[in-house]
């Protein structure tokens, strides 16, 4: 009987320990900034301003680099004169990776559709951010071994 007891408590214990490697080895999905959006009317728009990181951080430093870098893209692709007639009232909220290089990926969608004009041009605009965002310092990439995943919504109307 002690036998049995000893088998449960340590196939318990196996049992948590892989859990916690399981909860290190995988990056946090931080809180959502506010969404970007853009007026078909006024053909304008931008990252709504507020607080939603906090900048005395590396981690809210980086955070606000990173929406606003993905912002300007975003909003640059969609001055194009070409775009206007094919941009229709849509949202789309966008789950992405962020490695500790700067890297986006594992780009995916929530809510929405990627296939639309939306899905598109936020593809084409978290690439472009990618590319321009820069690794993490080496304070956020010690907190951040594995990077963290973010959710940023997209908005037009």
């Known amino acids: 009987m002690k036998l049995h007891y ?4 340590l196939c318990s214990a196996v049992l948590i320990a ?16 506010p969404d ?6 006024t053909k304008t728009g931008a ?6 990181a906090s900048l005395s951080t590396p981690i809210g430093r980086y955070q606000f680099k990173l929406y606003r ?15 206007a007639s094919t941009l229709t009232v849509d949202r ?5 990776h962020v490695q500790p290089n700067g890297a986006l990926g594992e780009i995916e969608a929530v ?14 605009s978290l690439e472009k951010a990618s590319k321009a965002i820069g690794p993490f ?8 071994p594995n990077g963290f995943s973010w959710e940023v919504c997209f908005r037009i109307y």
């Open 47 to 52: 990252s709504q301003r507020g607080e939603f």
């Open 6 to 9: 000893f088998l449960a408590f």
């Open 137 to 144: 310092e080496p304070k956020l990439q010690k907190s951040y």
């Open 69 to 83: 870098t993905i912002g300007e893209r975003w909003v640059e692709k969609l001055k194009e004169p070409s775009l």
């Open 92 to 96: 789309l909220l966008v789950r992405f």
């Open 111 to 124: 809510k929405g559709k990627m296939d639309s004009v939306l899905g598109r041009l936020t593809t084409d």
């Open 18 to 33: 892989c859990s916690n490697n399981k909860e290190t080895a995988t990056a946090p999905l931080l809180p959502s900034p």
């Open 36 to 41: 970007l959006f853009w007026d078909r009317e």
